[in-house]
């Protein structure tokens, strides 16, 4: 039965994922520039990771922070569908109470990682190992690291969950009860705040009864700890509280145990196919992001490349009609636009820049030599302009955008020229 839950929460995580990403592919197709598409598709992965670690919060992660069924938690990230990284797996030891295996796991990647961070990060969670193993000098020895971290790091900020952890920890092995107390009730009201988050509140309740048992306030102290088994049956937190209440009552001597020690570094090897796929992910990436472009350019004819001997007979059309002029770009207007092929041109076409102004030529050859006709004269920047084809009947509808403008929407097809955007409106006889 645990299997058949955890291949439906495998599966509702997946369709979640798909659904809150799927439907910003849909704008991609309306971006015409290229830099528009990579810039696209590099907030896409942004957010896709940000939806894909709200999908797992509800789905894969509910099990065991609302439920708080470890078992359910643990058949789904062991199931062969779902890459599990460290950090899955480290809920679910310390969730069922395998603290060795939590012990290699913290050292052999979060102490060897090079952000500092990370590195506090792992010596908090080897305090909460020590902490619920009974081994309070070990909270000591971490803690001694992590002010070791400041001491060469003094511009090192723990984030505010880290802080407040910090903080319980000193207390509490300071023999500062009290405040111990006072840090684990805060962090109670918090979580308790906040939806599918009951393990995070049975696990500062445990803190707090244990605290109070230190502190002499027995009866307070069993209360909280028959509330932990009661609502917490498959987590280790009950076996815990268990072993508490039987120290409480003498039926166990509280001794400290031994210290752990890392007994095999199998991160690597477990990480290995996550590794991979992040990779295959990025390379999908980044072929979406040429395909993209590839896509968004269809629509979008550019002109030839600027062949020197081709501008030099375009030259020679107009020396006579500018004293200063600049060829912007020549292009074509096609007739066969609505299929998007743009095998078949109407017209060949080159804009001048003289004075300030813009004017748009015709090319022709007539008896082997290139001329031009003068179609539109002083266009104006996104301006209607109309022009009839010289050799057939067709009138062409255009407009002339600067690049930093949006491309009109009734716009047939565009060409990018230096510094502007030639938009065909409409072809008709």
């Known amino acids: 039965m645990k299997n058949i839950a955890a291949k439906k929460v495998i599966a509702s995580y997946y369709i979640l994922s798909l659904l809150l990403t799927l439907p910003l592919s849909i704008p991609i197709w309306l971006i015409k520039n290229p830099l528009g598409v990579i810039l696209y598709f590099l907030c896409f992965l942004i957010y896709m990771r940000i939806a894909i670690y709200f999908a797992v919060r509800i789905t894969i992660m509910s099990s065991l922070w609302k439920e708080l069924d470890a078992e359910k938690y643990a058949a789904i990230i062991n199931a062969k569908f779902f890459l599990a990284n460290y950090s899955y797996k480290l809920n679910l030891d310390f969730a069922t109470g395998n603290y060795q295996n939590a012990h290699n796991i913290i050292n052999s990647v979060l102490l060897q990682h090079k952000n500092v961070n990370q590195k506090v990060y792992g010596h908090l969670l080897l305090c909460r190992v020590c902490f619920e193993r009974g081994d309070y000098e070990g909270i000591k020895d971490n803690l001694a690291q992590i002010d070791n971290y400041h001491k060469y790091n003094p511009t090192l900020k723990l984030s505010k969950p880290n802080k407040a952890a910090y903080e319980f920890y000193c207390a ?48 307070e102290a069993v209360e909280l700890f028959e509330s932990i088994m009661e609502k917490a049956p498959k987590l280790i937190l009950s076996t815990l509280a268990q072993k508490q209440l039987d120290y409480i009552s003498g039926v166990l001597e509280e001794t400290a145990p031994e210290r752990l020690e890392v007994t095999e570094n199998h991160i690597v090897k477990s990480n290995r196919k996550i590794k991979i796929s992040v990779r295959i992910a990025y390379c999908v990436g980044i072929l ?20 020197l001997n081709y501008i030099a007979q375009i030259e020679k059309t107009i020396e006579d009609e500018y004293e200063e002029y600049q060829v912007l770009g020549y292009f074509y207007i096609y007739s066969d636009y609505a299929d998007e092929t743009y095998m078949m041109s109407i017209d060949s076409l080159f804009l001048v820049e003289a004075d300030g102004k813009l004017d748009l030529h015709t090319l022709y050859q007539l008896n082997g030599e290139y001329k031009n006709i003068l179609d539109v004269k002083d266009i104006q920047v996104d301006t209607l302009y109309e022009y009839e084809i010289y050799f057939i009947p067709k009138k062409v509808e255009f407009i002339i955008t600067e690049k930093e403008r949006n491309i009109p929407k009734d716009t047939l097809y565009y060409y990018e020229i230096d510094g502007y955007y030639f938009c065909v409106i409409s072809i008709s006889d």
Do not use: H, W
């Not at 111990?180 to 009730?185: F, G, V, Y």
């Open 172 to 219: 509490f092995s300071n023999a500062d009860y009290t405040s111990a107390c006072a840090i684990a009730e805060k962090g109670i009201d918090k979580y308790s705040k906040k939806k599918n988050l009951n393990y995070l509140v049975l696990m500062r309740q445990y803190q707090l009864a244990v605290t109070k048992r230190m502190k002499g306030d027995i009866d």
């Open 288 to 307: 979406l992001i040429l395909v993209g472009i590839i896509l968004t350019q269809l629509d979008s004819p550019k002109q030839k490349d600027k062949d």
